[in-house]
């Protein structure tokens, strides 16, 4: 009895995972935005495009490392599916020019947001992996009118070889 259980269950496990954010990739252009929603769920956030359109975003902030982005145009069918959160798209991030919107709306919101006593502005804090897979975060500074004055990477040293020798 329990065995005929088993492929229910498996079933079940495997379409869970089929309909969480990470299936929003590689989504072939002209796809309705709302098929889309309804094979990946809900977006974290929905964020209006200069060209009329949306972008979907599923961040898997604060604990996961990805953030999937998926652009659609003014009538609603996707012209675009991506992980955002990647040294390359980090640093399209032109110091004194991009503002928290413009950061938000590229990699979605940010594991958390720190101050220091050293900077007057918040920080964006978000973790993401390096080509190495390595863990890291990523920080964006702000000063007080919210335009972004530093970004730059670091190692994510939480659970290394060394934290598990105490």
């Known amino acids: 009895m329990r065995l005929?259980?088993?492929?229910a269950a498996a079933a079940v496990l495997l379409l869970a995972a089929c309909a969480g954010p990470w299936s929003t990739m590689n989504i072939p252009p002209g796809t309705p935005g709302a098929e889309v929603m309804a094979h990946a769920g809900r977006p974290t956030r929905i964020v209006p495009l200069?060209?009329?359109g949306q972008r979907l975003q599923y961040s898997l902030q604060p604990l996961g490392r990805e953030?999937?982005?998926v652009d659609t145009d003014a009538s609603g069918r996707v012209v675009a599916s991506y992980q955002a959160l990647n040294e390359a798209n980090f640093n399209r991030i032109e110091p004194g020019k991009w503002t928290?919107?413009?950061v938000e709306r590229e990699f979605g919101p940010p594991a958390w947001v720190d101050g220091v006593a050293s900077w007057n502005g918040p920080i964006y804090t978000y973790r993401w992996r390096d080509l190495a897979r390595s863990d890291m975060f990523y920080w964006v500074y702000f000063d007080p009118q919210g335009v972004?004055?530093?970004a730059?990477?670091?190692m994510e040293f939480f659970n290394s070889p060394n934290d598990r020798s105490r």
Do not use: V
Request: hydrophobic share 25%; aromatic share 6%.
């Open 148 to 150: 972004a004055q530093r």
């Open 152 to 154: 730059h990477p670091g």
């Open 4 to 7: 005929s259980r088993l492929p």
């Open 67 to 69: 953030a999937y982005m």
């Open 100 to 102: 928290r919107a413009d």
């Open 50 to 52: 200069p060209n009329g």
